[in-house]
């Protein structure tokens, strides 16, 4: 009888833990994936659920893709290598998939001439070495932690995880890629991009990148609406400190995210060609190292710059930057740069965002010429959003930034990863 009353008590305490879990999960509308930069080529990547490697992080990417191989099967299975069920032609997706072929692609006429409606065939690109191969658009699993904003909890048990979809691609594809490395992670406006395929586990169409300035810390991207807590202020939503301006699509057909500003200032001062300025786009790319600016308003900064920093002695140019400093260890006295969006708000560079480190105490200012013909005038690279907080609300069409979260006294490796239980 005690034996028998244990196990009733046993299965009712499970019973009941279950039901928390589940409400506990039901009121958890965010995901939360770490962000990683790798050391030698400072490209930042990410690794969702629990066996997935890392992908580069893309914010103008139509779809994500991957290493990996399709083998057919009519059966459920789990999360091993190969449980993946392609997607015929017809299917929505696909042919949202094949409404951003890249013009560099090669054709897909044979491939459906051959196999007919059965597959999807796309083109996964290579952004870093501009090349891309023939596969297929599929489904696979991801098993995503939520977040309370403070800490990551194991998502629900889907029996195996979320489906979602991705494009498999050869390996001869990753060529160039930091090593590890096997695919691309979409953040773009694509509806297969992955923070927009996730609306259907109550995610909002909106997600926060931050990303980390070295290799030993670790950034944060945020999939859904929020809270989003770092450690130093454990009370303090970050949504609360963000300056927000209209996000933009350049046309019906882009897929990156852009910006309007005004203006450019050095310590207060406009550089001398904001009539140019008020008509450039401003893309934001987490692929282009450092922000490029064509050669009229790259020149503009330089000499403002230059006029601000005439105390600090000048050093010979370093590669692949044209003004540099003996700054020692610090950036005292180098002056700040604003970006004022439309709207009003500033996005303000500091000497952390807008000096680059090469050693033997010496910094270059880390803007790029991107000479004079180019696609977007200006083009906010990498660097400059490390330890920034960006907030992209999809719904909404805005940015929100925070400008650098070290003024703050935090950063983007103050997220909390320790687990927290079902």
């Known amino acids: 009888m005690y034996h028998k009353m244990h196990l009733i008590l046993f299965i009712l305490l499970s019973f009941t833990l279950n039901i928390l879990s589940q409400a506990t999960h039901s009121r958890l509308h965010t995901s939360v994936i770490a962000i990683t930069k790798d050391e030698k080529t400072s490209f930042h990547t990410v690794s969702w659920g629990y066996f997935e490697p890392d992908h580069i992080l893309d914010l103008d990417a139509p779809f994500t893709w991957k290493n990996c191989i399709i083998r057919h099967s009519e059966i459920v299975c789990g999360l091993e290598e190969g449980c993946r069920f392609p997607l015929p032609c017809d299917n929505t997706l696909c042919k949202e998939a094949k409404s951003y072929i890249n013009p560099i692609c090669p054709s897909l006429n044979n491939i459906t001439s051959k196999y007919g409606c059965r597959i999807c065939a796309v083109t996964p690109f290579n952004p870093i070495s501009n090349t891309c191969k023939i596969s297929q658009l599929t489904t696979d699993l991801v098993n995503l932690y939520l977040t309370d904003g403070r800490n990551p909890s194991p998502g629900p048990d889907h029996p195996f995880g979320s489906r979602f979809v991705v494009s498999c691609a050869p ?3 990753l ?161 700040k740069i604003d970006l004022e969006t439309q709207g009003g708000k500033k996005w303000t560079i500091s000497g952390d965002n807008s000096m680059k480190h090469v050693g033997n105490g010496v910094s270059c200012l880390a803007f790029m ?54």
Request: aromatic share 12%; glycine share 8%; hydrophobic share 35%.
């Open 175 to 335: 060529r160039s890629f930091p090593e590890g490395v096997r695919g691309v992670a979409s953040f773009s406006w694509s509806s297969l991009s992955f923070p927009r395929q996730f609306s259907y586990l109550h995610m909002t169409e909106k997600f926060a990148v931050c990303l980390p300035s070295s290799s030993s810390a670790r950034g944060v991207t945020f999939l859904g609406d929020g809270p989003f807590y770092f450690l130093q202020f454990p009370k303090l939503d970050l949504r609360t400190i963000l300056s927000y301006t209209p996000i933009i699509r350049k046309t019906s057909k882009s897929l990156g995210y852009y910006i309007k500003i005004t203006q450019i200032a050095v310590q207060g001062t406009a550089i001398g060609v904001s009539s140019l300025i008020k008509t450039s786009s401003v893309k934001l790319s987490t692929l282009v190292p450092y922000t490029t600016l064509r050669s009229d308003i790259y020149k503009a900064l330089v000499k403002s710059f230059s006029t601000a920093t005439k105390n600090i002695p000048r050093v010979t140019a370093v590669q692949p930057f044209n003004l540099c400093f003996k700054t020692g260890s610090g950036y005292h006295g180098v002056p």
């Open 171 to 173: 390996s001869s594809l």
């Open 369 to 422: 010429d991107g000479g004079s013909n180019v696609e977007d005038e200006i083009v906010i690279g990498a660097y400059q959003m490390e330890n920034n907080f960006l907030f992209f609300d999809l719904v909404n069409r805005k940015l929100g930034f925070s400008s650098s979260l070290l003024a703050r006294g935090t950063s983007c490796n103050s997220f909390n990863f320790t687990e927290i239980g079902n």
